[in-house]
């Protein structure tokens, strides 16, 4: 079993930046990528940016530019560092990882991340 706590969120202005962080614990030797997704109200949930064991990253094109996903393999912690954001980055934000062994896949609770102005 793997556990995933986000926190971090909160409101913000315009061009204003927030930093996310994603803390795992349990089983943490069986996971590799853990990623940051988001959902805002009447949209899917969409993948943001993923980061390996090893430090390969992936962003959406959305938040290339913007965005910078890193992580602490001391601290087993991941973070997501969201800069210039707009409006349309509003939604709740979820960490996601997969166990490799038994491919279960563990979300966290989420956080929600609002900018408004």
Do not use: H
């Amino acid at each position: 079993q793997v556990r995933l706590e986000e926190s971090g969120g909160g409101s913000v202005q315009p061009g204003g930046s927030l930093r996310l962080s994603c803390a795992a614990s349990g089983s943490i030797f069986s996971i590799d990528v853990i990623g940051w997704y988001r959902q805002a109200p009447g949209k899917e949930r969409e993948l943001v940016a993923a980061i390996t064991r090893g430090g390969r990253t992936n962003l959406a094109d959305s938040v290339k530019g913007r965005f910078i996903i890193s992580r602490d393999n001391a601290k087993n912690t991941v973070y997501l560092q969201m800069n210039s954001l707009k409006p349309e980055d509003t939604a709740v934000y979820y960490c996601k990882t997969v166990d490799r062994s038994s491919g279960a896949n563990y979300w966290g609770q989420g956080t929600q991340v609002t900018v408004s102005s």
